[in-house]
């Protein structure tokens, strides 16, 4: 009964900062429901820890469910890392580090043979590289926790799976890439390049690339069974090396190794949803949140998943842009709504259909557009 009452009070503070339009538009009952699955997922052993935080204007929806001491905890973000990392990347373009047209080998000299010097690095940026998502060792490379230079240096080597520019293909190694050009253009390592040009200028004082300032014993621990099968898959033998390792969460890897909080998390889409200046040029942020793509392939912003393809739920616009991770994470931002909608769990993304965090996303969604 308590916890009922909290949640009434909270989507009730909810509507009390929002503006008429917005209680006009926006159904508190569906906030009330992106809750309860979460808690009922929590209350049934389904999840171990999870956060939801709505933002629409100047009006503010959060809530923790299991095992979250705060909402300031911090989550592992995976796939949601990209997202980061691009803007990290793109700092570096801003500063004449490079051009999105460039051919990757520009700045990879190594990155030769194959057809790879056809790819430039817009296209790494928005998987259309021809490059795999995970490397054929992944499990050989983190069973020997090998440092992120490894993997930079099997990806330059490894097969294309199509020529560059002809298909879209999901490519972590890609990303990796693209932050490999940004940290040698910037002389800096890559998670102190993230951290000083977005988390420092945005206040994301509860993230890192990789552990960072945070200390280990504040991560939220994640439900490693069901995990993607380049995490382990929640096999013991891998437990050296899977997502609650010291050795995964101290890598850093750029393609799905951050931690942040709810809010931190908000904090991040705000800067493209209402674009000030402080981390990214107001430019820079609405050129990677639009499509890139050839007409024919899946659009993709600058590390960022775009429109319906994003799965959000009813109503949302094609100008939504976000991303999800296999932890069993989703972020997404409505510029047409003024909405933004983070959900972070520790249940993985190919555990369950449908996942609790998509429900969720979908009554919020509902809710936002009247629906």
Not at 119 to 140: F, K, W
Not at 214 to 221: F, H, V
Not at 266 to 271: C, E, G, K, Q, Y
Not at 336 to 363: G, K, W
Request: glycine share 10%; proline share 7%; with cysteine.
């Amino acid at each position: 009964m308590q916890r009922r009452a909290l949640l009434l009070q909270t989507a009730a503070g909810f509507l009390a900062g929002a503006t008429q339009p917005l209680i006009a538009a926006l159904k508190a009952d569906g906030l009330e429901a992106a809750a309860a699955i979460l808690e009922d997922a929590s209350a049934r052993g389904q999840i171990d820890a999870s956060a939801l935080l709505v933002r629409r204007g100047d009006a503010e929806f959060s809530r923790t469910f299991g095992a979250v001491p705060s909402i300031d905890s911090p989550f592992l973000l995976a796939s949601i890392s990209k997202t980061i990392s691009a803007a990290a990347v793109m700092k570096v373009h801003e500063e004449g580090g490079f051009d999105l047209d460039d051919p990757a080998v520009r700045h990879l000299p190594e990155f030769t043979g194959d057809g790879r010097e056809k790819i430039t690095v817009r296209q790494l940026l928005t998987h259309v590289s021809g490059l795999p998502d995970q490397l054929p060792e992944n499990a050989t490379l983190r069973a020997r926790h090998a440092p992120l230079s490894d993997f930079v240096n099997a990806a330059m080597r490894t097969p294309l799976l199509f020529a560059p520019g002809t298909r879209y293909s999901y490519s972590s190694m890609a990303i990796l890439l693209a932050t490999e050009i940004a940290q040698r253009a910037s002389g800096t390592s890559f998670p102190t390049l993230v951290d000083e040009t977005i988390y420092q200028p945005l206040g994301m004082k509860h993230s890192a690339m990789g552990v960072g300032r945070l200390g280990l014993d504040s991560l939220i621990r994640n439900q490693v069974e069901f995990g993607a099968p380049e995490s382990g898959s929640g096999d013991p033998s891998t437990k050296s090396w899977d997502w609650n390792s010291d050795y995964w969460r101290k890598l850093g890897a750029p393609w799905g190794g951050a931690h942040g909080s709810a809010p931190d998390v908000a904090r991040f889409l705000a800067a493209f949803l209402h674009p000030d200046g402080k981390a990214l040029k107001p430019e820079t942020a609405r050129l990677m949140i639009r499509n890139h793509n050839p007409e024919g392939l899946r659009p993709r912003g600058l590390g960022f998943d775009l429109g319906p393809a994003l799965g959000v739920g009813p109503g949302c616009s094609e100008r939504t842009f976000g991303h999800t991770g296999s932890t069993g994470t989703r972020c997404w931002a409505d510029p047409e709504s003024d909405t933004l909608c983070v959900i972070l769990t520790t249940l993985p993304a190919r555990a369950v259909d449908p996942h609790p965090r998509d429900q969720a996303s979908q009554r919020v969604a509902e809710a936002v557009n009247g629906r």
